[in-house]
């Protein structure tokens, strides 16, 4: 009589004296995980580290980074345009005084980040 994980379509292998059951993990996604997903990996594993265990034990570790790493470059990308718009940071200021147009956009960027973290990264 075949048990019921045989039934399922289940094998077994000898190992010894023993017969264990050849279980795989579904495959996950090969979306990207990029500075972002890497951040929100590195919280998890030191901040929330049951969410972390959790999130890899269900096979959703790699999903939850690369939709972080979406949601965080979507927003980060939106909020840089944003500020420079209304800060009036142009191609013309660029072009006219790079030195000034580096300056404002590495604080926009900074602004950018802190948001991208308190919202996503670390909430």
């Known amino acids: 009589m075949k048990s019921l994980f045989e039934q399922m379509g289940g094998t077994y292998t000898q190992q010894g004296d023993y017969y264990l059951p050849d279980l795989k993990l579904p495959p996950e996604e090969e979306r990207p995980v990029g500075v972002w997903g890497q951040r929100r990996l590195r919280y998890l594993q030191e901040h929330r580290p049951i ?73």
């Open 51 to 123: 969410l972390y265990t959790n999130l890899k034990t269900s096979v959703q570790l790699r999903s939850h980074l690369a939709d972080v790493e979406e949601h965080a470059n979507a927003l980060f990308l939106r909020l840089v345009k944003d500020y420079a718009a209304s800060e009036g940071i142009t191609e013309q200021l660029k072009a006219e005084n790079p030195m000034e147009w580096v300056r404002r956009m590495n604080g926009v960027r900074a602004r950018a980040t802190e948001v991208v973290d308190t919202e996503i990264l670390f909430d």
